[in-house]
Nanobody
């Protein structure tokens, strides 16, 4: 079992930055690849970014490439999402998720464990 808890969300103006954290407990460390997803009201859950077990493999949705950076600290069992140049369309609930598979996936059903999410609101 893995428990995931996100933090760092909030209200920010367009062009601003936020750093989300995802703290993992239970069977963690480098056992899982980790992903960030987001879901805006009335929309489907959307892939944002993924980081491999070692941190060497990084993947981003085209909509956030060049603005968001995913990273992880396996010693601290924490994954981060640095979000810069935020836009109103980035407004959503952001959730982290853990995937035991080694191959890349942006599909939510591939991820076994999920956090409860943290709200990010970007005002124009």
């Amino acid at each position: 079992q893995v428990q995931l808890v996100e933090s760092g969300g909030g209200l920010v103006q367009a062009g601003g930055s936020l750093r989300l954290s995802c703290a993992a407990s239970g069977r963690t460390g480098s056992t899982y690849a980790m992903g960030w997803f987001r879901q805006a009201p009335g929309k489907e859950r959307e892939f944002v970014a993924r980081i491999s077990r070692s941190g060497g493999g990084l993947y981003y949705a085209d909509s956030v490439k060049g603005r968001f950076t995913i990273s992880r600290d396996n010693a601290e069992n924490t994954v981060y999402l640095q979000m810069n140049s935020l836009k109103p369309e980035d407004t959503a609930v952001y959730s982290c998720a853990a995937d035991r598979h080694t191959y890349y996936s942006s599909i939510p059903s591939s991820y076994e464990y999920w956090g409860q999410g943290t709200q990010v609101t970007v005002s124009s």
